[in-house]
């Protein structure tokens, strides 16, 4: 069977690829104008599909980002207050050497006295160390304060839980610190234990026992110290990691949606050439005919 070939197919033909021609010209235009190779879903689905998968882990890695630098400010906050107590310990050692010392005017003992009631009050203002408005020795309770003084007895108000902060994909890690292990509470805390000492220089008795007390208490708050200086290298790992992460996702993302905009420039003007010659091949191709007329 032979096929006939008249103007209407060829005129039908043409059409047909001058509309592809066009189709063409306007989807890369699209892409110049948008600087992305995906304007719709229908563009690429398997590209979509990454670029969804892509934009949610670099909006998980935004949040861990944020969850550390909470941490940070929460772990140096705790290390600066614990660095601080353990100055005051060291400085209420000595006090404690010379009030042990033998031929002590009274005089003396109550001055030494009067400097460690002053240090007891620094050694609660680092007690009650905050961090944006809460206390980092309380834990997740909302006092305002961690330890308070009532009645000569020294009262820690925080809760048992710790605050934590998920700062990447494992478990989540303890920003504050527990003030009643750090400090102590009631009876068997550092406060009462420097009013005791206060008290019996100013009575003029032996404090030699207080000793072993202090350095008790201050191995102690060495060992909490340490605690969280491992948990804030910790912390400070995950944002390194945290940043190369930053790096790796945006350049997955950009793999995926972003355009070689060279490469689309130069696409683009061969379709426009190429819809330019179709349009010049068609209109000699289809000249008018005196049929044409007589219809």
Same mark, same amino acid.
């Not at 006939?4 to 043409?14: E, G, H, I, V, Y």
């Not at 948008?34 to 670029?51: H, M, Q």
């Not at 200086?229 to 930053?246: I, M, S």
């Given at each position: 069977?032979?096929?006939?070939?008249?103007?209407?197919?060829?005129?039908?033909?043409?059409?047909?690829?001058?509309?592809?021609?066009?189709?063409?010209?306007?989807?890369?235009?699209?892409?110049?104008?948008?600087?992305?190779?995906?304007?719709?879903?229908?563009?690429?689905?398997?590209?979509?599909?990454?670029?969804?998968?892509?934009?949610?882990?670099?909006?998980?890695?935004?949040?861990?980002?944020?969850?550390?630098?909470?941490?940070?400010?929460?772990?140096?906050?705790?290390?600066?207050?614990?660095?601080? *107590?353990?100055?005051?310990?060291?400085?209420?050692?000595?006090?404690?050497?010379?009030?042990?010392?033998?031929?002590?005017?009274?005089?003396?003992?109550?001055?030494?006295?009067?400097?460690?009631?002053?240090?007891?009050?620094?050694?609660?203002?680092?007690?009650? *160390?905050?961090?944006?408005?809460?206390?980092?020795?309380?834990?997740?309770?909302?006092?305002?304060?961690?330890?308070?003084?009532?009645?000569?007895?020294?009262?820690?108000?925080?809760?048992?839980?710790?605050?934590?902060?998920?700062?990447?994909?494992?478990?989540?890690?303890?920003?504050?610190?527990?003030?009643?292990?750090?400090?102590?509470?009631?009876?068997?805390?550092?406060?009462?234990?420097?009013?005791?000492?206060?008290?019996?220089?100013?009575?003029?008795?032996?404090?030699?026992?207080?000793?072993?007390?202090?350095?008790?208490?201050?191995?102690?708050?060495?060992?909490?110290?340490?605690?969280?200086?491992?948990?804030?290298?910790?912390?400070?790992?995950?944002?390194?990691?945290?940043?190369?992460?930053?790096?790796?996702?945006?350049?997955?993302?950009?793999?995926?949606?972003?355009?070689?905009?060279?490469?689309?420039?130069?696409?683009?003007?061969?379709?426009?050439?190429?819809?330019?010659?179709?349009?010049?091949?068609?209109?000699?191709?289809?000249?008018?005919?005196?049929?044409?007329?007589?219809?």
């Amino acid at each position: 069977m032979i096929t006939r070939t008249t103007n209407q197919t060829l005129a039908r033909s043409a059409q047909q690829n001058l509309q592809a021609n066009m189709s063409r010209m306007a989807k890369l235009q699209e892409q110049v104008s948008s600087s992305t190779a995906i304007t719709r879903p229908s563009d690429n689905p398997a590209g979509t599909a990454d670029a969804l998968k892509v934009r949610a882990e670099i909006r998980a890695n935004a949040q861990y980002s944020s969850n550390i630098n909470d941490a940070d400010g929460w772990l140096t906050t705790v290390d600066s207050a614990l660095d601080n *107590t353990t100055d005051l310990m060291r400085r209420i050692k000595d006090l404690a050497l010379r009030g042990a010392s033998a031929g002590l005017s009274p005089a003396n003992r109550d001055a030494v006295a009067t400097e460690l009631e002053g240090l007891k009050q620094d050694l609660l203002k680092e007690a009650n *160390t905050t961090f944006a408005g809460r206390s980092v020795f309380a834990g997740n309770s909302d006092a305002k304060s961690a330890f308070t003084e009532e009645n000569g007895a020294y009262v820690h108000s925080g809760s048992g839980a710790g605050v934590t902060r998920r700062v990447d994909g494992g478990a989540p890690v303890r920003v504050d610190a527990d003030g009643s292990a750090v400090f102590g509470s009631g009876a068997g805390s550092v406060f009462a234990l420097v009013d005791s000492l206060a008290a019996d220089l100013r009575l003029g008795a032996d404090v030699t026992g207080h000793l072993a007390s202090i350095d008790a208490r201050a191995n102690t708050i060495l060992s909490r110290h340490t605690e969280v200086g491992v948990r804030h290298a910790a912390v400070l790992k995950a944002r390194d990691t945290n940043l190369e992460q930053t790096v790796s996702l945006e350049a997955r993302r950009s793999g995926i949606e972003d355009l070689d905009t060279a490469k689309v420039i130069l696409d683009l003007k061969l379709q426009e050439l190429s819809y330019q010659t179709a349009l010049s091949v068609t209109a000699r191709a289809l000249q008018p005919t005196l049929m044409d007329f007589l219809r």
